[in-house]
């Protein structure tokens, strides 16, 4: 079946743009999350959604950033006022129910450049 | 910020050698991940074990996990030019769900 896709798959922004990154998970999956790679930090977790509770936002980095996850299917990832310190990997990854032993089926990413 | 260390950075090896990768981490967990990333995209699962497990096998894959020292090993023998990838561990916080905590990971170069 078809796995965890993403758009775009490349986002070229300039500094101050607002930015949204799409997220379509794998059918039937309840858990939903987003990290991001950089040089700097490595991956990082952002946010995980799971079915309608509340969203873990803790790893957020700051209010510029915001995600919404649409009947429980389709997330998006929003990037207010970008700053050259966001370009990185976008990846978003979903799982069956969220258990700590559930496997996490990542997309491709969305690579965002900010000029 | 990331739960711990890999090394080495970066490991090169010829066809049919075994790679080794480590890991540590920081704090109590539930279980540690293995993951494989080709070309800065995404990341496949590749195996999993859990805080009360020491070892795991999967085909080529052995996993060690060492809770005392709070490390890992990822061992993948006789190397193809096809496992030419980055490996990261992950681990999930005892206690917590499925939020995963990356270490640096280590890139691993195996020459034909």
């Known amino acids: 079946g078809a796995g965890v896709s993403q758009s775009p798959s490349n986002k070229v922004t300039e500094k101050g743009k607002d930015v949204e990154l799409r997220c379509d998970p794998i059918?039937?999956?309840?858990?939903l999350y987003w990290y991001r790679q950089s040089l700097g930090q490595g991956l990082e977790f952002l946010i995980y959604?799971?079915?309608?509770?509340?969203?873990?936002k803790s790893g957020l980095p700051s209010d510029r950033f915001s995600a919404e996850r649409t009947g429980g299917s389709v997330s998006t990832l929003t990037i207010q006022r970008t700053q050259q310190e966001d370009s990185a990997v976008y990846l978003c990854?979903?799982?069956?129910?969220?258990?700590?032993?559930?496997?996490?089926?990542f997309g491709p990413g969305t690579r965002l450049l900010v000029l | 910020s990331q739960q711990g260390e890999e090394d080495p950075q970066a490991l090169s090896i010829q066809e049919g050698e075994n790679a080794t990768m480590n890991c540590s981490y920081k704090t109590s967990i539930n279980n540690l991940q293995w993951y494989r990333q080709n070309s800065g995209r995404g990341l496949v699962h590749l195996i999993l074990i859990r805080s009360n497990e020491r070892e795991k096998h999967s085909g080529r894959l052995r996993v060690t996990l060492d809770t005392s020292k709070k490390s890992s090993s990822l061992l993948i023998t006789a190397s193809r030019a096809a496992d030419t990838a980055s490996y990261f561990c992950a681990t999930v916080p005892f206690g917590g769900y499925n939020k995963l905590i990356f270490g640096a990971g280590t890139r691993l170069a195996v020459h034909p």
């Open positions: 990854a979903s799982s069956w129910a969220g258990g700590s032993q559930e496997t996490q089926y």
């Open positions: 059918s039937g999956h309840t858990a």
């Open positions: 959604f799971q079915g309608n509770s509340a969203p873990d």
